[in-house]
């Protein structure tokens, strides 16, 4: 069994959710090779000995981040007082391809091969998810989206994620083998 977990992240909420999956998917398969790939890193050909992909990113104006969002994220993050390693990370980020971008590059799988998608947001009224669009374009793939999207809770726009999201994620992760 071979699962591949590609993420965005512009603060490191998401990577660390990412991570987190990794560990859950490993806990309840030792014997399984997993991969768990920022998506600057994600060629296209990552995915072609997956049977398990695993898609995440950060929520940016209720979806997927865009072009706009992700400089948005930089600039914001840029312009706080404390935050220079946060607004460090977002910098190079933003220099790299999103999920989109990444989607756009991505083959067709013809196996029907298993697939998740998830994301971070804050815990708002109204605040939407990534990770409804990811499953969609998963799925748009010919990916097997085998369970619902699932979003995780960031206290704040960079973080820290909530107490208790990394054992969920885990466990999520462990849901998926
Ligand atoms: C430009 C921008 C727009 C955002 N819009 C939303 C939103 O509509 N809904 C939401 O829940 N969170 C929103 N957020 C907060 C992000 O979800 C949060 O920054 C992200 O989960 C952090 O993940 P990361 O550390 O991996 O980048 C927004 C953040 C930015 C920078």
Known sequence: ??????????????????????????????????????????????????????VGGPTHMHGMSSGLSRRMAATVEGHKEGAEEKAAEARETVEGPGLRAWFHDLPETESGTHAAAF???????????????????????????????????VEENDGPLRTGELDRARAWGASLV
């Open 119 to 153: 994301d971070t947001r804050v815990d708002m009224a109204r605040a939407g998810g990534a990770a409804k669009g990811i499953a969609h374009r998963l799925s748009h793939h010919r990916y097997d989206v085998v369970v619902e999207p699932e979003g995780f809770i």
């Open 1 to 54: 069994m071979h699962t591949v977990i590609v993420y965005e992240s512009m603060y490191g909420n998401t990577r660390e959710i990412a991570e987190a999956i990794a560990e859950g998917v490993h806990q309840a398969d030792p014997g399984a090779a997993v991969d768990c790939i920022p998506v600057a890193e994600a060629r296209a050909d990552v995915t072609r000995t997956a049977d398990l992909l695993v």
